[in-house]
């Protein structure tokens, strides 16, 4: 375990459902990502929250809606979504701030398996 | 914007012999970093290994190891004396060492690894 949780590990839904997937670190972290990982493609970096504020939004649909209520709490919230939005959706965390941030590594949840049908 | 590829969509290797996972990146900055994270079947993602672009040094975890390539943009990933326990897909990743906290990844390769 990497100190990073997330539930529920799997999850199907219809397309007019609403849900959100909850992710808690453990680790002090300061910075929440979202990512989704579909087959054979690259992950797919979703939102980031850094100190409690969203400070990327990669062109994601609106029915996937963030909330970042603390700095070890992250949920993503899913309404009327399509069968492609299926996928492996992981959530990570780590230290935001440092003179070189790229020193700080990503820790990463076992992940939520999303199947809309 | 930056691009990482990974070109071998599978590999195998036998138990105890050597395989080299291949990256290569896209960026025009100078200062970066390098991972490599594995994801076993149904298990979470870890970190296996790090490299600083400015270090000209290549960076070695146990029978993990790097080879950095600045100016060919090439960053492979050496597993020696390979294990049933290595099977997993890898991941190749560049972060900017300036600009915010975005991972950007590879496809991933599926290592297997026969006994």
């Known amino acids: 375990e990497t100190g990073v949780t997330q539930t529920p590990r799997h999850l199907v839904m219809g397309m007019t459902n609403k849900k959100s997937l909850k992710c808690e670190q453990h680790?002090?972290?300061?910075?929440m990502y979202w990512y989704k990982q579909s087959a054979k493609k690259p992950l797919e970096l979703m939102f980031v929250?850094?100190?409690?504020?969203?400070?990327e939004n990669n062109s994601v649909p609106s029915r996937f809606s963030p909330e970042c209520p603390n700095s070890s709490h992250l949920f993503l919230h899913l309404h009327t979504l399509q069968p492609e939005d299926s996928a492996l959706y992981l959530c990570?965390?780590?230290?935001?701030?440092?003179?070189?941030?790229?020193?700080?590594?990503?820790?990463f949840g076992p992940g939520t398996r999303l199947t809309v049908l | 914007a930056q691009t990482v590829t990974q070109s071998q969509p599978e590999m195998s290797v036998q138990e105890a012999e050597t395989v080299t996972l291949s990256c290569t990146y896209d960026?025009?900055?100078?200062?970066?970093?390098l991972f490599w994270y594995k994801q076993p079947p149904s298990r979470q993602m870890i970190l296996v290994i790090r490299?600083?672009?400015?270090?000209?040094q290549n960076a070695t975890e146990n029978r993990f190891s790097v080879n950095f390539q600045k100016a060919a943009k090439s960053f492979s990933l050496k597993i020696s004396d390979s294990q049933l326990g290595d099977a997993a897909m890898y991941f190749c990743?560049?972060?900017?060492?300036?600009?915010?906290?975005?991972?950007?990844f590879g496809a991933g390769t599926i290592l297997r690894v026969k006994s």
């Open positions: 929250y850094s100190l409690e504020e969203r400070v």
């Open positions: 960026t025009s900055e100078s200062d970066y970093y």
């Open positions: 990570a965390s780590s230290q935001a701030q440092g003179a070189h941030e790229g020193e700080h590594e990503q820790f």
């Open positions: 680790l002090g972290h300061n910075a």
């Open positions: 490299q600083e672009a400015y270090k000209q």
């Open positions: 990743a560049y972060r900017s060492a300036l600009y915010g906290n975005k991972l950007v």
